[in-house]
């Protein structure tokens, strides 16, 4: 695979990775904005504005994009996350200037059509009623609001029916116009595709676009912890908990997610085998770790009966005391082949490729070849990934959320308070 990468004028990065065996082409232009950049008035317009851009432009109605996509076999979509906002389309190697003609139109002239708008706030409505009938949703929304307290970052993505009652279609310009520049923008493409074509597809397609570069976010700052507990009736408890982790640049963040890894990252983990294979506690539990561009959050999830609630959080409290100090190296090594497993399948898929490039440039400024990367999984250690370890449980006081019904909700949240009382025994080591 062979990567080449072009900086125009106006800021925007365009990078590639040929796949000369593929008759596909992936691409999307990714921009670094979200949720956290946010003000208190606009929670929840990143997202509404990835929605309407597939909802018109002054050259194509909302049926008009979908046709001519989907006419020539292609798909298209768009995602918004907490710091990047994504719209990506897939299409055969001869309709890459289409798709980038799409992309292009739909960010650089957007209608914001007045009935489209109020539709498709209509449509977002529709999305919040099923997150909120959706107890893993609902229990994460609570436990981001613990863990980022009066923070962009700590909020929803969907925003509230009351922001989005207030949106129209000037704020939605203004928005689009403050964030979405240059030099905070990667058009990324991956699969059948020529790096020059697609530069100059590019240079002509995005050739408005404003070469200032865009605001940044205020510094995000983990909460003081605690726990909160959430009644509804629900035949499961849904128990998370989550510490403050690192950054995307932080230099133990692989060791970190080798013991992310090892704790719950799979059906050999010690909290899968301890409390589902052995107690037979749960159908689900599993950890993982988040990272953003100065902060950094773990985050554990598993449900289960209400009245076993508070022995399951009392094990899992134990497992992730005891780990810290008696990890072997067989299940260090376990963790660094799923890790390297994972990046090496992802690089067979176009989409995953682009997808990964785009998200180097946003953060690290380049991308990371592979065996600059499997160097980095190679380098984490026992000893590493003990001490990532050891500072993770240091680092903050423990957020824990339980959702459901029963007296044993109490309970569970309470054990959690073990975790913290357990950096003492950790730091005296």
Same mark, same amino acid.
């Given at each position: 695979m062979s990567v080449d990468m072009t900086k125009l004028s106006s800021g925007l990065t365009v990078i590639t990775d040929a796949m000369p065996h593929l008759e596909t082409a =992936? %691409?999307?232009?990714?921009?670094?904005?979200?949720?956290? /950049? $946010?003000?208190?008035? +606009?929670h929840g317009i990143s997202h509404l504005l990835e929605h309407m851009a597939f909802k018109g432009t002054t050259k194509r109605s909302a049926r008009e994009i979908a046709e001519e996509i989907e006419a020539v076999g292609g798909d298209l979509n768009a995602a918004t996350g907490v710091e990047t906002t994504a719209y990506y389309a897939r299409v055969m190697k001869a309709d890459v200037p289409l798709a980038l003609d799409v992309l292009s139109d739909i960010l650089s002239n957007p209608s914001f059509d007045a009935k489209e708008l109020e539709c498709e706030k209509g449509v977002i409505e529709q999305e919040m009623g099923a997150a909120q009938d959706t107890p893993d949703d609902v229990v994460f929304e609570h436990l981001n609001e613990l863990c980022y307290p009066d923070q962009p970052i700590g909020r929803s993505l969907l925003g509230t029916p009351e922001t989005l009652k207030r949106f129209n279609s000037d704020m939605l310009h203004g928005y689009l116009k403050t964030h979405y520049r240059g030099p905070d923008m990667v058009v990324a493409a991956a699969g059948a595709i020529e790096h020059k074509a697609v530069v100059a597809e590019v240079e002509r397609c995005f050739a408005s676009l404003d070469a200032a570069p865009a605001p940044q976010p205020p510094a995000a700052k983990f909460g003081s912890g605690g726990s909160k507990v959430v009644h509804r009736d629900l035949e499961q408890a849904h128990l998370t908990l989550a510490l403050e982790g690192v950054s995307q640049t932080d230099a133990s963040l692989f060791s970190l997610q080798v013991f992310t890894n090892v704790l719950g990252g799979g059906m050999s983990s010690r909290l899968f085998q301890e409390v589902r294979e052995k107690r037979g506690l749960c159908y689900s539990i599993y950890t993982f770790h988040a990272p953003y561009a100065d902060t950094g959050f773990f985050g554990l999830y598993t449900g289960t009966d209400p009245s076993d609630a508070? $022995?399951?959080? $009392? &094990?899992?409290? /134990? &497992? !992730? #005391? +005891? *780990?810290?100090?008696? %990890? @072997?190296?067989?299940? !260090? *090594?376990? =963790? @660094? *082949?799923?890790? @390297? =497993?994972?990046?090496?399948? =992802? %690089?067979? #898929?176009? #989409?995953a490729r682009a997808e990964q490039l785009a998200r180097h440039m946003l953060v690290y400024g380049r991308p990371q070849g592979v065996p600059e990367l499997m160097a980095r999984i190679d380098a984490v250690s026992v000893d590493s990934t003990r001490d990532a370890a050891r500072v993770l449980l240091a680092r903050s006081r423990p957020a824990v959320v339980a959702l459901g019904s029963g007296r044993g909700l109490d309970s569970a949240v309470a054990f959690a308070e073990g975790l913290a009382q357990s950096k003492a025994r950790i730091l005296l080591h």
């Open positions: =992936a %691409l999307g232009v990714w921009t670094g904005v979200g949720g956290r /950049d $946010e003000k208190p008035n +606009e508070p $022995e399951m959080m $009392e &094990v899992v409290v /134990d &497992v !992730i #005391s +005891e *780990a810290v100090e008696t %990890l @072997k190296e067989a299940e !260090i *090594a376990r =963790a @660094k *082949a799923q890790m @390297k =497993a994972g990046l090496l399948m =992802a %690089l067979e #898929s176009c #989409s």
